[in-house]
């Protein structure tokens, strides 16, 4: 595997199920994001994980746990989800940096794509 | 506050056609990079370009240029012949020197007909 892969690629849920989306990147990166593609929103940031712990958390609901057990793998955790949390939900990663941002570029899974009735 | 407008929802080109998509931002920081991102329709965002704000030479990778002006805060994206396998909805994204955050705009859908 190469790059950053996302699993699983669809995923229906009832808005009482519990699913997790998972990521993963082979790229020797240290950070790692979460983001939502909505039809009627650009994409919007909801996490950022750097040397696996969390820098950045978006205003995103509590439905919505990340977790990043390593620097190479990072969930979402959906609980009690709405219908417009259906989108799709991309992961990305990066360098990282312990100081300045610098010339950081993201990398882009191919998502999940999430329905939820 | 920061911002990036695509103000092209969506383009239609015959093959071989040059085009041409648009970006303008905003932001005060004096430092920040600005990306090009093209997802096709398999959903993943493909890194095109990043560009940083001290750095104002325009840039040529194959049939893609791009053309940096600071003067009027606009990051504009060439496709010279345009082939269908262009087609893809293209985003230029915006990220402050402080911030893993990248603003992304609505994105320019580009539909090339053969």
């Known amino acids: 595997e190469t790059g950053v892969t996302q699993t699983p690629r669809h995923l229906v849920m009832g808005m009482t199920n519990k699913k997790s989306l998972k990521c993963e990147q082979h790229l020797g990166h240290n950070a790692m994001y979460w983001y939502k593609q909505s039809a009627k929103k650009p994409l919007e940031l909801m996490f950022v994980y750097n040397f696996k712990e969390q820098t950045e958390n978006n205003s995103v609901p509590s439905r919505f746990s990340p977790e990043c057990p390593n620097s190479s793998h990072l969930f979402l955790h959906l609980h009690t989800l709405q219908p417009e949390d259906s989108a799709l939900y991309l992961c990305?990663?990066?360098?990282?940096?312990?100081?300045?941002?610098?010339?950081?570029?993201?990398?882009f899974g191919p998502g999940t794509r999430l329905t939820v009735l | 506050a920061q911002k990036v407008t695509q103000a092209q929802t969506e383009i239609s080109v015959v093959e071989k056609e040059d085009v041409t998509l648009d970006c303008v931002y905003e932001?005060?920081?004096?430092?920040?990079?600005l990306f090009w991102y093209k997802q096709p329709p398999s959903g993943e965002l493909v890194f095109l370009i990043r560009r940083n704000s001290f750095d104002e030479q325009n840039e040529i990778s194959g049939r893609y240029s791009w053309n940096f002006q600071k003067s009027t805060s606009s990051f504009n994206f060439t496709i010279t012949a345009s082939q269908v396998v262009d087609s893809a909805v293209y985003f230029c994204a915006l990220r402050m020197d402080s911030s893993y955050k990248l603003i992304f705009g609505s994105g320019t859908r580009l539909l090339v007909r053969p």
């Open positions: 990305a990663s990066s360098q990282g940096a312990t100081g300045g941002r610098g010339t950081d570029t993201q990398y």
């Open positions: 932001t005060r920081d004096t430092t920040y990079y």
